[in-house]
């Protein structure tokens, strides 16, 4: 792994945590209120403004010392919602067709606060741009209290949104929608498997490619490290010399980052994906011929020992990791063609580079793999999986 790639893959974690981040649901400033007039309950939505088609957040506040249950009303939504329509706030109410252990009661434990997400129900509720708020009835006969959220706003997504909607996170949604109508058991696991080889197929010529680059850099590695010995702090001329090295050895030095590139857009599409949980109420998203598919009848338990739609923190994690290590190892393997004398020569400021990352990359992607649903962890342990056989096969002809 050259300097190059190192970077790539930085860059790779650094970009896709960004744009979590930027699709991430940030929490609305509340302004301090005076102890006297804080009441029992506060519910307030998450955000003041959502983009069509974002997931709508209400936080439940309990300033009371006991705790509060806010029951479940599946299929129906779980709070009351209002829109404005005309001159005054209407009420709106929807079913839905997801399985009800996916949307529990919700304890508000006391000083405490909970979300209450209407992931299930959003685009039938608040799919159309305009004003919102809520309501949470607590208590009973003359102590029934009403409380009313914040009032908020849905606005037209915007470009790049629209765009990553349709060119990514749809064509991804479907292709594992039609994968499961197909998989044994409706399972999204094997349709995730296969959605990984489908990709790593695609990729096929350009990850060779890749490893055939990888490898003449690493034997390019030497006189490189010759050409800056020689033009110590001459910048200029190192730079003109090493291209000069790259177009007579016909090396591309980004060749190897290709794959990494292509794979990245899709890992993002992925993540929403899965952690929709193959929502039923994003119908809307699935096209004609896929119409029929039954969304509430599939399986996310894989192999029933992991569960797709949610954050596995420990074992997954440790496996992808140990698959990462070694693929680097077997990245960075080079052929032992060396003197006696060579073998004794101080490790290059690269090399140093290269072993440091081989250590330090696998803990990344196990954080990483820690921080999303499972079903994207499998996606990633597949093409590592994948990535060291084809690997292995590419190091056996050389």
């Not at 860059?11 to 006297?36: G, H, N, R, Y």
């Not at 957040?57 to 249950?69: C, D, E, L, Y």
């Not at 929807?94 to 992931?119: D, G, R, Y």
């Not at 696998?362 to 056989?389: E, Q």
Request: charged share 20%.
């Amino acid at each position: 792994m050259n300097k190059k790639n190192i970077i790539t893959w930085v860059l790779f974690f650094l970009v896709f945590f960004a744009i979590m981040q930027f699709f991430s649901k940030k929490a609305a400033p509340v302004t301090p209120q005076p102890e006297s007039s804080v009441s029992a309950l506060e519910v307030t939505s998450k955000k003041d403004s959502y983009a069509s088609g974002e997931e709508v957040i209400i936080k439940v506040k309990n300033n009371t010392a006991a705790s509060i249950i806010i029951p479940s009303k599946c299929p129906k939504n779980p709070l009351r919602v209002l829109t404005w329509i005309g001159e005054k706030f209407e009420e709106k109410g929807v079913e839905t067709k997801v399985k009800c252990e996916l949307a529990p009661a919700v304890t508000v434990q006391p000083n405490a606060e909970a979300n209450i997400s209407f992931n299930y129900w959003n685009y039938s509720l608040f799919g159309n741009t305009g004003r919102y708020k809520v309501e949470f009835d607590l208590g009973e006969g003359k102590d029934l209290k009403t409380f009313s959220s914040t009032e908020f706003t849905v606005v037209e997504a915007g470009f790049w949104r629209k765009l990553f909607r349709t060119a990514l996170y749809q064509p991804i949604y479907n292709a594992l929608i039609f994968l499961i109508s197909i998989a044994p058991a409706r399972d999204l696991g094997f349709a995730i498997i296969v959605l990984t080889i489908l990709m790593r197929l695609v990729l096929l010529i350009p990850s060779q490619r890749a490893i055939v680059s990888q490898r003449k850099m690493q034997e390019l590695q030497p006189k490189l490290e010759a050409v800056k010995k020689k033009y110590v702090g001459n910048q200029e001329r190192i730079a003109q010399e090493t291209m000069a090295l790259w177009k007579e050895h016909k090396v591309n030095p980004f060749g190897s980052c290709l794959p990494i590139l292509v794979q990245f857009p899709v890992l993002i599409a992925l993540f929403y994906v899965i952690q929709s949980g193959i929502n039923p109420d994003n119908v809307h998203y699935v096209y004609d011929p896929l119409k029929n598919v039954d969304l509430t009848n599939i399986h996310t338990n894989f192999l029933g020992i992991l569960e797709l739609t949610r954050v596995n923190v420990f074992v997954l994690p440790i496996i992808i990791g140990a698959l990462q290590f070694f693929q680097l190892k077997l990245t960075t393997w080079r052929k032992k063609k060396q003197d006696d004398d060579k073998a004794e020569q101080p490790k290059s400021e690269m090399e140093t580079a290269n072993k440091m990352m081989t250590y330090v990359m696998p803990v990344m992607i196990a954080v990483f793999t820690a921080s999303v649903p499972a079903g994207v962890g499998l996606y990633w342990g597949i093409s590592t999986a994948y990535a060291i056989g084809q690997q292995k096969e590419a190091k056996r002809k050389i």
